[in-house]
């Protein structure tokens, strides 16, 4: 199982970034995904998650409004649009995935990727 997240980059302040999580397994459909991220120095957070239907996504309050998250299960990927992008958005997102959707949030995921960084200046 291979969860492998790519998009990320250096942006500036107010522009935008759209990450992709690409999965190698078959049974990807039948799972939820979420994007996490974390910053130097800090704990890793939820930032985002879709239902393996997609008909259900969830978001921090800290990027509601800005970031979308999407899915396309033909292509076994999970997208993460990211707008109007700050300072503090800086970190390094890690995509998931798990069975449940309603256990991302809490970070108890089945399976992690790798990290892709962010870095949001001016």
């Known amino acids: 199982v291979q969860l492998q997240a790519s998009g990320g980059g250096l942006v500036q302040i107010g522009g935008s970034l759209r990450l992709s999580c690409a999965a190698s397994f078959r049974t990807f459909s039948r799972y939820a995904v979420g994007w996490f991220r974390q910053a130097p120095g800090k704990e890793r957070e939820f930032v985002a998650d879709i239902s393996w239907s997609g008909t259900s996504t969830d978001y921090a309050d800290s990027v509601k409004g800005r970031f979308t998250i999407s899915r396309d299960n033909a292509k076994n990927t999970v997208y993460l649009q990211m707008n109007s992008l700050k300072s503090e958005d800086t970190a390094v997102y890690y995509c998931?995935?798990?069975?449940?959707?309603?256990?991302?949030?809490?970070?108890?995921?089945?399976?992690w990727g790798q990290g892709t960084q962010v870095t949001v200046s001016s």
């Open positions: 998931a995935a798990d069975r449940e959707f309603w256990k991302l949030p809490h970070l108890r995921v089945e399976y």
